[in-house]
């Protein structure tokens, strides 16, 4: 009967240091990148999770709670722990070079030049765009004399007036 491996030797086994730092995942990666171990529950029951987390687990400790792991290198299938930093969710997805995609553009759709401040998502905003779309809005929302006054009677269906 062989012993059972610990869990670092799997994650050392299953993964390929390369000249950047990075251990390279060599098991499965899913379709967005990131590379999954199945581990053993304490109950026995076996369970797929994502190997950068598990191994963050078994070489550093716990993953605070309420926090991500970011990918120091960005590398999503690197599972060295020197690497992987706990962070919020908003700092993980500030960090990250996919959410900054517009960061090149200084004019909006409709060639308004982007003010230097920005809206309470964090996105830049046109002023003057940003001012139709309020002027829009409270033609809609504001009542007009017709609405004040109510609904037009309506009359009975087939009677003559």
């Known amino acids: 009967m062989t012993a059972k491996k610990s869990l670092m030797d799997r994650i050392r086994g299953l993964s390929i240091p390369d000249e950047n730092g990075c251990w390279a995942w060599k098991g499965y990666i899913t379709s967005n990148g990131y590379g999954q171990i199945r581990i053993e529950q304490p109950d026995g029951a076996w369970k797929t999770r994502y190997a950068h987390r598990i191994s963050y687990e078994a070489f550093i400790g716990l993953i605070p709670v309420g926090l991500d792991l970011d990918h120091k290198c960005r590398i999503r299938h690197c599972v060295n722990p020197d690497h992987l930093e706990p962070v919020s969710r908003s700092e993980n997805m500030r960090r990250s070079p996919?959410?900054?995609?517009?960061?090149?553009?200084?004019?909006c759709k409709y060639g308004h030049v982007f003010t230097s401040d920005r809206d309470a998502r964090g996105r830049r905003t046109c002023l003057q765009c940003r001012k139709r779309l309020n002027k829009e809005y409270r033609e809609r929302h504001q009542p007009t004399a017709a609405k004040a006054d109510g609904p037009e009677p309506r009359t009975a269906a087939g009677s003559l007036d």
């Open 98 to 107: 996919l959410m900054d995609r517009q960061s090149h553009k200084t004019h």
